[in-house]
């Protein structure tokens, strides 16, 4: 009977026990190596993975959504600085905005109507009505203003709401000149709106 059990393990002698302890804390010992081991291996593959996420993010953006270049929401060269005079309007069609040379400098208008987003043409034969700022541009032109065939709000070249329903002047680009060239940085997130359009918008040529 006592051969049986010891045989299915179910007596250990005495002498075995200490012996089984210390191969159970041996064991115990390498397991918890082992983990370590895994988890600084997991650390350094997630490290590496994050980096190549990041660079593959970076590569998608680029490519599939590249940043605009000479198209609306991008910046876009509207011409050379001794292309204009005074009272000059030119429409750029790739950045939707009008390029307006005041006697302060150039202003981008957005061709997009406050009121309700019509686009608003040029009217090159239409009577100048004036301003703000002071008398608008009446001092330097006799004719050509911005209609709105939506709702018939009038705008002078800085903008400036003259008559109708629109709540405010057209919004404008930022202007940069650089080498002689006029830069336009477009898109609605660069649109600025203003109460009141100001001779300060303008930025000298």
């Given at each position: 009977m006592a051969q049986m059990s010891r045989e299915l393990g179910l007596f250990v002698p005495p002498e075995k026990v200490a012996e089984l302890?210390?191969?159970?804390?041996?064991?115990?010992?390498?397991?918890?190596?082992?983990?370590?081991?895994?988890?600084?291996?997991?650390?350094?593959?997630?490290?590496?993975?994050?980096?190549?996420?990041?660079?593959?993010?970076?590569?998608?953006?680029?490519?599939?959504?590249?940043?605009?270049?000479?198209?609306?929401?991008?910046?876009?060269?509207?011409?050379?600085?001794?292309?204009?005079?005074?009272?000059?309007?030119?429409?750029?069609?790739?950045?939707?905005?009008?390029?307006?040379?005041?006697?302060?400098?150039?202003?981008?208008?957005?061709?997009?109507?406050?009121?309700?987003?019509c686009t608003v043409p040029w009217k090159e034969a239409d009577v100048v009505m004036g301003g703000p700022p002071g008398e608008g541009d009446k001092p330097f032109a006799s004719s050509g203003r911005f209609n709105c065939p939506c709702h018939g709000s009038i705008y002078n070249r800085y903008g400036q709401i003259l008559q109708g329903p629109a709540p405010r002047p057209m919004d404008r680009f930022p202007v940069t000149i650089q080498g002689g060239k006029i830069m336009v940085d477009t898109g609605p997130s660069k649109a600025i709106s203003r109460p009141v359009a100001s001779a300060s918008d303008a930025v000298p040529a």
């Open positions: 302890g210390e191969r159970q804390e041996v064991e115990q010992e390498q397991q918890r190596k082992v983990r370590r081991r895994l988890a600084f291996r997991w650390v350094g593959w997630g490290a590496i993975l994050a980096l190549l996420g990041q660079w593959g993010v970076g590569f998608a953006l680029g490519f599939f959504w590249p940043q605009k270049v000479g198209a609306f929401g991008g910046v876009v060269t509207a011409g050379a600085v001794a292309d204009f005079k005074v009272g000059d309007v030119k429409v750029i069609r790739e950045g939707k905005f009008y390029l307006t040379r005041v006697p302060e400098g150039f202003m981008a208008l957005w061709w997009k109507c406050p009121h309700l987003g």
